[in-house]
């Protein structure tokens, strides 16, 4: 019998932790329901952004990406963005792919334009600017300055 309350007490300790943990992880976690309004915007690459990932303006998260796909017909890849409903966006917005840093991820950087129309829900972002491999970088770098010293040996 003193077995069968000892582990009763266990089990109940090792559950009210579990809760514990749970209800942690979902406080301190950024996780908001998904309200606003969807545009879509379309890119040739989007390396480093995944399905939410933070989308920004001026350095301020007002969004996320909901959902990444791929046209069929274009082999665009199709970005559809939820963005908070007290920010509207100009129709000449742009949508870029920004480093969150040296290290850190990718994020959505939007750029407002000066147009007087909006991006109604369910519209499309035209103006975007595609991922910038780092690695390509360097690469090109490495060859420019590749180039250059085997130009200046003849």
């Known amino acids: ?10 089990g109940a300790i090792v ?7 749970i209800v942690l992880a979902y406080s301190t976690s950024q996780w908001q ?7 879509v915007a379309k890119f040739d690459r ?9 989308v920004r303006l ?15 017909k274009t082999y665009l890849a199709v ?3 939820t963005i908070a409903p007290e920010v509207t966006l100009p129709k000449d917005s742009a949508a870029e792919i920004v480093s969150d840093g040296l290290l850190g991820g990718k994020f959505l950087a939007l750029v407002p334009g000066g147009d007087d129309e909006i991006i109604p829900p369910n519209g499309e972002i035209m103006h975007t600017q595609a991922a910038v491999s ?7 770098f490495i060859f420019s300055a590749q180039d250059k010293k085997d130009s200046g040996d003849k």
């Open 1 to 10: 019998m003193k077995t069968n309350l000892l582990e009763v007490i266990m």
């Open 15 to 21: 559950l009210v932790v579990f809760i514990f943990f």
């Open 33 to 39: 329901p998904s309200t606003g309004y969807e545009v």
């Open 46 to 54: 989007i390396d480093g952004v995944m399905r939410g990932s933070d």
């Open 58 to 72: 001026s350095g301020v998260k007002i969004g996320t990406i909901k959902d990444i796909h791929l046209d069929p």
């Open 79 to 81: 970005v559809r963005i």
């Open 134 to 140: 780092l690695e390509s970088l360097i690469g090109q």
